[in-house]
């Protein structure tokens, strides 16, 4: 059974940084192209990060390009993303997603919430 | 970048209706287009890939259709359980979302 879980989530003042961390199994990680969504409270979906099976092109959207890295750890079956010069617009839940071969997202986490505020 | 226009934002329907959503992308998006299904306070769940693809497990009530710019996503015979938030994905060019529709029972 695929599952994904986040994990590293919580309140952090502007300005300061958050890493978040995803653990995966059921599956052979090292095969698929990982994403981060997110969705701030009462909004809809945004895809923020997506890497490659070896970690080697990453692809942000300009919400978040240079101040994101999405990463990854193959021996150990982890997708992580580190958030810097966070706004409190960053606030939102935080989907760790798989994806087909690097098209649409199949299986996706519980999420985990981030909340920027002072 | 390429937007997507999702239509309606909310839609109320009674039990048995046909409803359909629509996404319209700001260019041609070669009918890489997802849908998904979102109920409160879980992760979203894949419907329907490459336009008119059901994913294993999605009931045949639900089918999409469209090519180009323009996209539809529809529910034959609403039931109690698919009473939910419904996002479109466009895949050609980076990853996009539609804003959404939110379902809801008349």
């Known amino acids: 059974e695929v599952q994904l879980v986040e994990s590293g989530g919580g309140l952090v003042q502007p300005g300061r940084s958050l890493k978040l961390s995803c653990a995966a199994s059921?599956?052979?990680?090292?095969?698929?192209?990982m994403a981060w969504v997110r969705q701030a409270p009462k909004k809809g979906l945004e895809w923020v990060a997506t890497?490659?099976?070896?970690?080697?092109?990453?692809y942000y959207p300009d919400s978040v390009k240079g101040r994101f890295t999405i990463s990854r750890d193959n021996a150990k079956s982890s997708l992580y993303l580190q958030m810097n010069s966070l706004k409190s617009e960053d606030t939102a839940t935080y989907y760790c997603?798989?994806?087909?071969?690097?098209?649409?997202?199949?299986?996706w986490g519980q999420g985990v919430m981030v909340t920027v505020s002072s | 970048d390429i937007q997507m226009t999702q239509s309606p934002p909310s839609l109320s329907a009674s039990l048995g209706d046909k409803v359909t959503i629509t996404c319209q992308a700001s260019?041609?998006?070669?009918?890489?287009i997802a849908w998904y299904q979102q109920k409160p306070g879980k992760a979203p769940r894949l419907l329907i890939r490459?336009?008119?693809t059901l994913e294993s497990g999605t009931p045949s009530r639900f089918s999409g259709s469209g090519s180009g710019r323009d996209y539809s996503f529809s529910i034959s015979n609403v039931e109690s359980e698919d009473i939910a938030s419904y996002y479109c994905l466009q895949y050609d060019n980076l990853w996009t979302f539609g804003g959404g529709t939110k379902l809801e029972l008349k």
């Open positions: 890497i490659s099976t070896s970690g080697s092109r990453t």
């Open positions: 059921g599956f052979t990680f090292s095969n698929y192209y």
């Open positions: 490459y336009t008119s």
């Open positions: 260019q041609n998006i070669n009918k890489y």
């Open positions: 997603a798989r994806h087909i071969a690097a098209t649409s997202f199949d299986y």
